[in-house]
């Protein structure tokens, strides 16, 4: 069966512009998390969504970042006016019923 | 706040070498633990999680982590490590009390296996 799965795989951006992020996750897959890997360190916890509900948006880093899942299948992250410090892989996941969290390949986004 | 320290940036070794990641983390209550490994190119892929019961776990490609709960820790074993092990390996945590929980991964150990 198919994994996660994100596009793009890769993004770069001009700072300032918008960019939206896209995570198709496992087909049944109730909850989806979105994470922040910066170059050379672990992923950083961005947002759960359980459902179409957001549970948990506490990893955001500031209000440029959103994030939606409106059907409660696929999810975008947005943000808004980027910055030289984005520049990251984001990578989306979604929970298994071995309580296992599945990522996808991630998106490099590169902010110039 | 939850952190997860992982002591090595970078391991070579050469095969048949036998390997041991070490990992703690910090976090009062109960968790559960997890290795994610990501090979070049390939995305995060679970190597094995401890949830409860045995603290020794065994995961895929032959390794298993001990969880002592005593030391807050997690280490990652292997007794002869092949070439392709080559990858980044991440220790990470996340709460026990509800399995939809966001996990707080390490920095990573990059593991370098000289053929």
């Known amino acids: 069966g198919a994994g996660v799965s994100q596009s793009p795989r890769y993004k770069v951006a001009k700072r300032g512009q918008d960019v939206a992020l896209r995570c198709d996750p496992i087909?049944?897959?109730?909850?989806l998390f979105w994470y922040q890997q910066a170059l050379g360190q672990g992923p950083e916890f961005l947002t759960y969504?359980?459902?179409?509900?957001?549970?948990?948006k506490s990893g955001l880093p500031s209000d440029r970042f959103f994030a939606e899942r409106p059907e409660g299948s696929v999810s975008t992250l947005k943000i808004q006016r980027t910055q030289q410090e984005d520049s990251a892989v984001y990578l989306c996941?979604?929970?298994?019923?071995?309580?296992?969290?599945?990522f996808g390949p991630g998106t490099r986004l590169t902010v110039l | 706040a939850q952190s997860v320290s992982q002591h090595n940036h970078h391991v070579i070794l050469s095969e048949a070498a036998s390997l041991e990641l070490g990992c703690n983390y910090s976090?009062?209550?109960?968790?559960?633990l997890f290795w994610y490994v990501q090979y070049p190119g390939q995305h995060l892929q679970l190597l094995l999680k401890?949830?409860?019961?045995?603290?020794l776990v065994k995961g895929i490609k032959g390794f298993e982590a001990e969880f002592i709960k005593s030391k807050f820790s997690f280490n990652l074993r292997k007794p002869s490590v092949q070439w392709s092990d080559t990858a980044e390996y991440f220790c990470?945590?996340?709460?026990?009390?509800?399995?939809?929980?966001?996990?707080?991964f390490g920095s990573g150990t990059r593991l370098s296996i000289r053929p």
């Open positions: 996941a979604s929970l298994g019923y071995s309580n296992e969290q599945f």
């Open positions: 087909s049944g897959h109730v909850s």
């Open positions: 969504f359980q459902n179409e509900a957001q549970l948990d």
């Open positions: 976090y009062g209550g109960t968790v559960n």
């Open positions: 401890y949830f409860s019961g045995d603290p």
């Open positions: 990470a945590v996340s709460p026990g009390y509800s399995s939809a929980s966001k996990i707080i």
